[in-house]
């Protein structure tokens, strides 16, 4: 499955973006899906996943109470909502298909197998 995520762009402090992960051509309704981030100099973080369904979601403790993941299977489409942005969510961010693993709390990436493209969202004081 190609993933494409989009809607990165620069933010202010305590403002929202909106990012999308879709799959052009293909369907994600099988999968669970997660959102990861990297920032520079800093390990890739998992930030949040949904089972296919859209029943079971989870966030690092980084961004609960910010950001919402969801989906529209319809669309095939899943959404990542970040509001009360700060310059600590600067990174970028990838969306990546597979099985939802949580390990201590932590949302693991080896249980994903495909990975689109990065979007870069910068957060500014």
């Known amino acids: 499955v190609q993933l494409q995520a989009s809607g990165g762009g620069l933010a202010q402090a305590g403002g929202s973006l909106r990012l999308s992960c879709a799959a052009p051509?293909?369907?994600?309704?099988?999968?669970?899906i997660g959102w990861f981030r990297q920032a520079p100099g800093k390990e890739r973080e998992g930030v949040a996943c949904i089972s296919p369904s859209g029943n079971i979601t989870y966030y690092a403790d980084s961004v609960k109470g910010r950001f919402t993941i969801s989906r529209d299977n319809a669309k095939s489409t899943v959404y990542l909502q970040m509001n009360n942005l700060k310059r600590e969510d600067t990174a970028v961010y990838y969306c990546?298909?597979?099985?939802?693993?949580?390990?201590?709390?932590?949302?693991?990436?080896?249980?994903?197998?495909?990975w689109g493209k990065g979007t870069l969202v910068t957060v500014s004081s």
């Open positions: 051509g293909s369907t994600l309704n099988a999968y669970s």
């Open positions: 990546a298909a597979g099985i939802m693993i949580r390990d201590q709390g932590r949302i693991e990436d080896y249980g994903m197998h495909s």
